[in-house]
């Protein structure tokens, strides 16, 4: 069974205060590794697929990278519209998609 | 044009009643699911179906069925409904190994 963890549950920073969140994983065949923003009473919003090790995305103040065992979303100089759960997901073989319990991220003016 | 959408949005029913979720997607995407979210807010995946395979979740109860008219389509039956089914339930829709879109939710709250 696959299985995503995601650290730390909750991260509270200060405006400007840069940090990153770890998604650690377990997948049969990985085909795609996802990240999504989730606001209250939202659905997910996309924000990257990572497909192999190494690979590396950017998208204003987030960056997210990929290993054969973990990914990690870095955050830098945050801002208080950065507040949001953060999730991430795997894609396996058989096209089912697994998603981790989340980092609430609350930014601090 | 909302790329997947969710009725109703909001649904409180009581215990023992049979219930349905209707979700629509007008991405063309081949595949759509049907997650659960819980008060801890842990998305938990109950069905993935394309036109050609049905994967369920073995933990989820047989009082629940995903039924598709057609592609465009997935719908979700809840029968005997009781207080632990409430949460919110999200539709979402992919096609290869791209990312998923979802609804915006539909919060079920059973008395």
């Known amino acids: 069974e696959d299985q995503v963890t995601q650290s730390p549950e909750a991260l509270r920073l200060q405006e400007g205060e840069s940090s990153s969140l770890n998604c650690s994983y377990t997948v049969s065949g990985l085909r795609g590794l996802f990240w999504y923003r989730q606001d209250p009473g939202k659905g997910p919003e996309f924000l990257f697929t990572?497909?192999?090790a190494g690979e590396e995305k950017e998208k204003e103040r987030l960056k997210a990278t990929l290993t054969k065992k973990e990914s990690f979303l870095h955050i830098t100089a945050p801002k208080p519209e950065d507040s949001a759960t953060y999730l991430c997901?795997?894609?396996?073989?058989?096209?089912?998609?697994?998603f981790g319990g989340g980092t609430r991220l609350m930014v601090k003016p | 044009d909302t790329a997947v959408s969710q009725t109703p949005k909001y649904l409180v029913t009581q215990m023992g009643n049979d219930k349905s979720i209707k979700c629509e997607q007008n991405?063309?995407?081949?595949?759509m699911y049907w997650y659960k979210q819980d008060s801890k807010k842990f998305l938990k995946i109950m069905f993935s179906y394309n036109n050609k395979e049905l994967i369920i979740n073995e933990t989820v109860p047989n009082r629940f069925s995903p039924k598709s008219p057609d592609k465009a389509h997935l719908n979700l039956h809840i029968n005997s409904l009781e207080l632990g089914d409430s949460a919110v339930y999200f539709c979402?829709?992919?096609?290869?190994?791209?990312?998923?879109?979802f609804g915006q939710g539909t919060r079920l709250t059973v008395v």
């Open positions: 979402a829709t992919g096609r290869g190994n791209t990312e998923a879109f």
């Open positions: 991405l063309g995407h081949d595949t």
């Open positions: 997901a795997v894609l396996n073989a058989g096209n089912m998609l697994t």
């Open positions: 990572l497909y192999s």
